[in-house]
């Protein structure tokens, strides 16, 4: 059973941390380091710094998880940053949408990165070759 828990912990921290790494992440590093940013500014908080924040969340915690490094406390900005998408950034927007915008990418990623938090790395991961699982 044991092996099953260690399985669905890197299946979900691969799957979901490749996808913020490379589908949301990365964009936004490019988008940093052109110094074209288009990003809302929230919280009384500046785009840039806003910016810089997400791409630290979905960047580089996002490959944190995806190898399995630190992978509970990765999961953390990355659940911030995804209730931020979901609850601000799309707060007008309908919780499902057929092609436009919507709540529901982030809520997914939200609960993916939860239940990263709540599994840890498993044995499949750098934490357990480094033994600090």
Not at 19 to 40: C, E, R
Not at 115 to 128: E, H, I, M, N
């Given at each position: 059973?044991?092996?099953?828990?260690?399985?669905?912990?890197?299946?979900?921290?691969?799957?979901?941390?490749?996808?913020?790494?490379?589908?949301?992440?990365?964009?936004?590093?490019?988008?940093?380091?052109?110094?074209?940013?288009?990003?809302?500014?929230?919280?009384?908080?500046?785009?840039?710094?806003?910016?810089?924040?997400a791409t630290l969340a979905e960047f580089v915690a996002g490959i944190m998880?995806?190898?399995?490094?630190?992978?509970?406390?990765?999961?953390?900005?990355?659940?911030?940053?995804?209730?931020?998408?979901a609850l601000v950034v799309h707060s007008g927007d309908p919780l499902f949408?057929?092609?436009?915008?919507?709540?529901?990418?982030?809520?997914?990623?939200?609960?993916?990165?939860?239940?990263?938090?709540?599994?840890?790395?498993?044995?499949?991961?750098?934490?357990?070759?480094?033994?600090?699982?």
């Open positions: 059973m044991k092996t099953s828990k260690d399985l669905a912990a890197l299946i979900l921290r691969v799957g979901f941390g490749f996808f913020i790494a490379f589908g949301h992440g990365l964009g936004k590093l490019q988008m940093l380091l052109s110094g074209n940013i288009q990003f809302p500014a929230l919280f009384g908080i500046s785009p840039t710094i806003n910016l810089v924040l998880v995806l190898i399995g490094l630190r992978t509970r406390l990765a999961s953390i900005p990355l659940m911030i940053t995804m209730l931020t998408a949408s057929a092609g436009g915008a919507s709540k529901e990418f982030a809520l997914v990623y939200f609960i993916a990165f939860a239940a990263t938090f709540f599994l840890g790395s498993g044995k499949y991961s750098v934490d357990a070759i480094a033994g600090k699982r």
